[in-house]
């Protein structure tokens, strides 16, 4: 049931379409934090539009029955991460202020659906090991440029605690990484073939 809707081409559609807004959102909910980031940065300043992005090219590849293997292993990896990151970092914000905006709960929310899209469809893409390396030298550069050079998401009731988030951040990529190979590793994916279903 559950492969039948994942793989029905109006779901895709669907899929697309949400994850494309939710991109776009993304970048928006950013613009302050990017008006003020040295250019140097600004590709990796927005981490979760990004990984959404990525995965917004997966499906748009996907619906043609067509591969992008490097786009597919940033996506799982990328949205896993950023998935879970902005679940935890929403409610340790609740934790230290004893509230959450409506927003938050919102992001929490969104950020969960997509740490969970990005596993559902691990079947289906055409990642080897060498496109995991890749996507992983991306991903703990990006904890450099975030923890080392100080262009980590602004969470201001989290700021005393940056260290200890670079730190859980650091280890969050890595078990990222290590979910991706572990659930992609196989060369023969079923992903190779059409599956999808007319409209």
Same mark, same amino acid.
């Given at each position: 049931?559950?492969?039948?809707?994942?793989?029905?081409?109006?779901?895709?559609?669907?899929?697309?379409?949400?994850?494309?807004?939710?991109?776009?959102?993304?970048?928006?909910?950013?613009?302050?934090?990017?008006?003020?980031?040295?250019?140097?940065?600004?590709?990796?300043?927005?981490?979760?539009?990004?990984?959404?992005?990525?995965?917004?090219?997966?499906?748009?590849?996907?619906?043609?029955?067509?591969?992008?293997?490097? =786009?597919? !292993?940033? !996506?799982?990896?990328?949205?896993?991460?950023?998935?879970?990151? !902005?679940?935890?970092?929403?409610?340790?914000?609740?934790?230290?202020?004893?509230?959450?905006?409506?927003?938050?709960?919102?992001?929490?929310?969104?950020?969960?659906?997509? !740490?969970?899209?990005?596993?559902?469809?691990?079947?289906?893409?055409?990642?080897?090991?060498?496109?995991?390396?890749?996507?992983?030298?991306?991903?703990?550069?990006?904890?450099?440029?975030?923890? =080392?050079?100080?262009?980590?998401?602004?969470?201001? /009731?989290?700021?005393?605690?940056?260290?200890?988030?670079?730190?859980?951040?650091?280890?969050?990529?890595?078990? /990222?990484?290590?979910?991706?190979?572990?659930?992609?590793?196989?060369?023969?994916?079923?992903?190779?073939?059409?599956?999808?279903?007319?409209?």
């Amino acid at each position: 049931m559950l492969k039948a809707i994942l793989l029905d081409k109006r779901f895709l559609i669907v899929l697309l379409i949400i994850n494309l807004l939710g991109t776009i959102y993304g970048y928006y909910w950013y613009r302050y934090q990017l008006a003020i980031t040295p250019d140097i940065f600004l590709l990796f300043v927005p981490d979760s539009p990004t990984a959404s992005l990525f995965f917004t090219i997966f499906l748009l590849f996907f619906i043609y029955n067509k591969h992008f293997p490097l =786009v597919e !292993a940033l !996506a799982i990896i990328t949205l896993f991460k950023y998935g879970v990151w !902005a679940v935890v970092m929403n409610l340790l914000t609740l934790l230290v202020n004893g509230s959450l905006s409506p927003e938050g709960y919102m992001l929490m929310a969104s950020h969960g659906a997509m !740490a969970i899209q990005g596993l559902l469809y691990a079947p289906y893409y055409k990642i080897k090991v060498i496109h995991i390396v890749i996507a992983a030298i991306w991903t703990l550069h990006n904890d450099v440029i975030d923890y =080392v050079f100080g262009m980590m998401p602004l969470y201001k /009731s989290l700021t005393e605690y940056m260290d200890k988030i670079g730190y859980f951040t650091f280890w969050l990529s890595i078990i /990222s990484i290590l979910i991706a190979y572990k659930l992609t590793k196989d060369d023969k994916k079923i992903g190779s073939q059409s599956y999808m279903k007319a409209p």
